[in-house]
C-alpha cells in the first residue's frame, strides 16, 4: 500500500522561503500517469488547493499562488517538492499532498497525513 509522507520546517519567519517535500513509500506513484498536488489548510478554515505536477512535468498552479509558489518532482525517489516564497503569517496551515494515479485505466487516490507549518516571527 503506497503511503505519501509530507515533511518540513514546522515554523518560519515571515517574509522567508519555505520548502516541503512529500515522498511516497510501499510502492511507485511515478511508474504510471500521477497527477501530484499540494493541498493546504488554514487552522479553521477549507482546504485550499494550490499546485499540481503531473507525470509530464507540466506545473498547474492557483492563481491567488502562482507568484509564490513552485512545484517540481524527482521520480526515481517518488518525492514531490513545494517551495513557497515571501511567508505571511496567513500561509500558517497544515500542507497536505494527494497523488491520484492511473495505470491500465485504474485510478486510485493517495493522501499524506499533513504537515503543519507556522509563519510567525
Known amino acids: 500500500q503506497v503511503q505519501l509522507q509530507e515533511a518540513g520546517p514546522g515554523l518560519v519567519k515571515p517574509s522567508q522561503t519555505v520548502s516541503l517535500t512529500c515522498t511516497a513509500s510501499g510502492g511507485s506513484i511515478t511508474t504510471g500517469y500521477y497527477y501530484w498536488s499540494w493541498i493546504r489548510q488554514p487552522p479553521g478554515e477549507g482546504l485550499e488547493w494550490m499546485g499540481a505536477?503531473?507525470?509530464?512535468?507540466?506545473?498547474f498552479y492557483s492563481p491567488s499562488l502562482q507568484s509564490r509558489t513552485s512545484i517540481s518532482r524527482d521520480d526515481p525517489t517518488n518525492t514531490v517538492y513545494l517551495q513557497m516564497n515571501n511567508l505571511k503569517p496567513e500561509d500558517s496551515a497544515t500542507y497536505y499532498c494527494?497523488?491520484?494515479?492511473?495505470?491500465?485505466?485504474?485510478?486510485?487516490?493517495?493522501w499524506g497525513q499533513g504537515t503543519h507549518v507556522t509563519v510567525s516571527s
Open positions: 505536477i503531473d507525470t509530464f512535468g507540466h506545473t
Open positions: 494527494n497523488a491520484v494515479t492511473s495505470t491500465d485505466g485504474h485510478y486510485k487516490n493517495y
